[in-house]
């Protein structure tokens, strides 16, 4: 036994497992799995551009095989691409090989499989091939015409934009917002210097005065009021007998008040007294008698 283990046995061995273990690595790397039985099918493009060995082929978005050869047919200008499917994935006939891009230019295929198909294909029969527009074919056809459509606005728009920058109005109103953002921090200043000198000052008034408010409500509170009421209803008792008084005819004012004939004695004697003394100042040697000398003896 010894024998047939000889060193050359084990390094031929050893190479050997090497070798598989390398197949399997390389193969496990592109995403084959050797031990997994899988069916092959062809398919035959005009372009595979982004097209490359061990590309996923997808049904609908799901990985269910690779691409596991390209060749150029020189006879027919065609692409051939051999894929390699699961084994329990069954395709039906009918079914299409759509090759798209992506924005980066990388190319699947995904199989677009007919539901209603009865029949399928068997492995080594040809797909037919379905190109699909891919994103970089979608941006070239539809978008890049609507870029080209919006830049001579774009121009457009930027050459007045660049009108209103270079404007020389532009650079007063700058220069005017500056000079009121100046005037603000001033203002602003002076008003942080007021609040902090004046302020507190006046706080200090305002509390003085509240001080002084109490003070003159408590003095207030301290003050007899019901004896201050009560004098002021006495006083105007007193009022009200006075006047009662004077409108009660049998009373001494109200007989002056209210009798005509005292009124106009009254009057009279008044007229009277005032006639006598016109006459006093006119004729006083009618009514005062008096000598230098002395009174004559009778």
Same mark, same amino acid.
């Given at each position: 036994m010894n024998k047939f283990f000889t060193k050359e046995v084990k390094i031929a061995l050893t190479v050997i497992?090497?070798?598989? @273990?390398?197949? +399997?690595?390389?193969? +496990? !790397?592109?995403?084959?799995? &050797? &031990?997994?039985? /899988? =069916?092959?099918?062809?398919?035959?493009?005009?372009?595979?551009?982004?097209?490359?060995?061990?590309?996923? *082929?997808?049904? %609908?978005?799901?990985? *269910?095989? &690779?691409?596991?050869?390209?060749?150029?047919?020189?006879? /027919?200008? =065609?692409?051939?691409?051999?894929?390699?499917? %699961?084994?329990?994935?069954?395709?039906?006939? $009918? /079914?299409?090989?759509?090759?798209?891009?992506?924005? !980066? $230019?990388?190319?699947?295929?995904? @199989?677009? @499989?007919?539901?209603?198909?009865?029949?399928?294909?068997?492995?080594?029969? /040809?797909?037919?091939?379905?190109?699909?527009?891919?994103?970089?074919?979608?941006? %070239?056809?539809?978008i890049l015409p609507q870029v080209n459509n919006i830049l001579p606005k774009l121009d457009s728009i930027l050459s007045g934009i660049n009108s209103m920058v270079n404007n020389p109005a532009l650079t007063e109103s700058v220069d005017k917002i500056d000079n009121i953002v100046a005037d603000i921090e001033v203002t602003t200043s002076q008003l942080s210097s007021l609040m902090q000198t004046t302020l507190p000052g006046v706080v200090s008034n305002v509390d003085t005065s509240l001080v002084n408010i109490k003070e003159f409500t408590a003095q207030l509170n301290e003050v007899e009021i019901q004896s201050i009421v009560s004098s002021l209803d006495s006083t105007l008792a007193n009022v009200k007998q006075l006047t009662d008084k004077m409108t009660d005819k049998n009373?001494? !004012?109200?007989?002056? +008040?209210?009798?005509?004939?005292?009124?106009? $004695?009254?009057? =009279?004697? @008044?007229?009277?007294?005032?006639?006598? &003394?016109?006459?006093?100042?006119?004729?006083?040697?009618?009514?005062?008698h008096f000598s230098l000398i002395g009174r004559k003896e009778k």
């Open positions: 497992i090497c070798g598989t @273990l390398l197949v +399997f690595g390389i193969n +496990f !790397l592109k995403g084959v799995n &050797l &031990l997994t039985p /899988t =069916n092959y099918y062809y398919i035959s493009y005009d372009n595979v551009s982004g097209l490359a060995l061990s590309a996923p *082929v997808n049904i %609908e978005g799901y990985k *269910v095989g &690779l691409v596991r050869d390209i060749n150029y047919d020189t006879n /027919t200008g =065609n692409i051939n691409v051999q894929i390699s499917i %699961e084994d329990n994935i069954k395709l039906p006939k $009918g /079914t299409t090989a759509a090759l798209a891009s992506d924005l !980066l $230019g990388t190319s699947t295929i995904s @199989l677009m @499989l007919d539901r209603g198909a009865q029949e399928y294909y068997k492995s080594g029969d /040809t797909i037919p091939a379905q190109k699909m527009p891919g994103m970089m074919s979608a941006i %070239e056809d539809d009373s001494t !004012l109200g007989m002056l +008040f209210n009798d005509k004939a005292m009124y106009e $004695g009254i009057v =009279n004697a @008044l007229q009277s007294a005032d006639s006598l &003394l016109i006459d006093l100042k006119a004729h006083p040697s009618r009514y005062v």
